[in-house]
């Protein structure tokens, strides 16, 4: 947005023999640059048709420009949509990971009211003692594998978008063994049905049967 032009830089650049001057909030360099690409491409078009005067060159360098521009907003929704995809699955991978964190409050809360009962029946015989030792370990065995997950979810939420192409690599791996599973078990469905057709050719044929014993 132009804000005067005691603010703004000015520049004098010769696009095909004809001198224009810019204005703009930006640079000297990059109003320069702008007019050096905008040469380039009016050149490349008389260059390309000899016969083509300035005019024709400029609307249709304009058309490029402007083809350029579709197709590189075009890109970035795609990589846009790609970029939500992934966040979803982000934001999915997050809501799971605050799932767990909840188990691991819930599993400390039990493990430490596990503990309490405990040290208030040190008088219980000892096989009950033994037996609420062992729960105490497996929840600090499950409160310690649960906070591995959510530890490997973080992770997995950071190398997501690298994992996304290894999934689409194995996918299509996937697909070429099953094709060759399929291959292998009709060559294995054509073996038994050309024995089975042999074994009822000898049946019928006492010859053959004779031959066979």
């Known amino acids: ?112 009211q596990l503990k309490e009962t405990l040290s208030k029946t040190q008088e219980e015989d000892s096989r009950e003692k033994l037996g609420k030792d062992r729960e105490i370990k497996r929840l600090e065995t499950e409160l310690r594998l649960t906070q591995d997950s959510a530890k490997e979810y973080r992770d997995e939420n950071e190398s997501l978008s690298k994992l996304n192409k290894e999934l689409k690599f194995e996918l299509q791996s996937y697909k070429y063994k099953v094709l060759e599973l399929q291959k292998k078990l009709f060559d294995t469905q054509l073996t038994q049905t050309k024995e089975l057709k042999d074994k009822e050719k000898k049946e019928k044929n006492p010859i053959l049967k004779e031959k066979s014993r």
């Open 1 to 112: 947005m132009q804000k005067g032009d005691d603010k703004m830089n000015k520049v004098t650049i010769r696009i095909c023999g004809q001198e224009y001057t810019l204005k703009g909030e930006e640079s000297e360099e990059y109003l320069k640059k702008v007019g050096k690409e905008v040469h380039q491409m009016i050149s490349s078009m008389m260059e390309r048709n000899r016969q083509m005067d300035t005019s024709s060159a400029s609307v249709l360098a304009a058309l490029n420009a402007v083809d350029r521009l579709y197709k590189k907003q075009d890109d970035l929704e795609n990589l846009k949509k790609e970029e939500g995809s992934v966040y979803k699955k982000a934001a999915g991978m997050e809501e799971e990971m605050k799932l767990l964190e909840k188990e691991v409050d819930r599993i400390q809360k039990e493990n430490n």
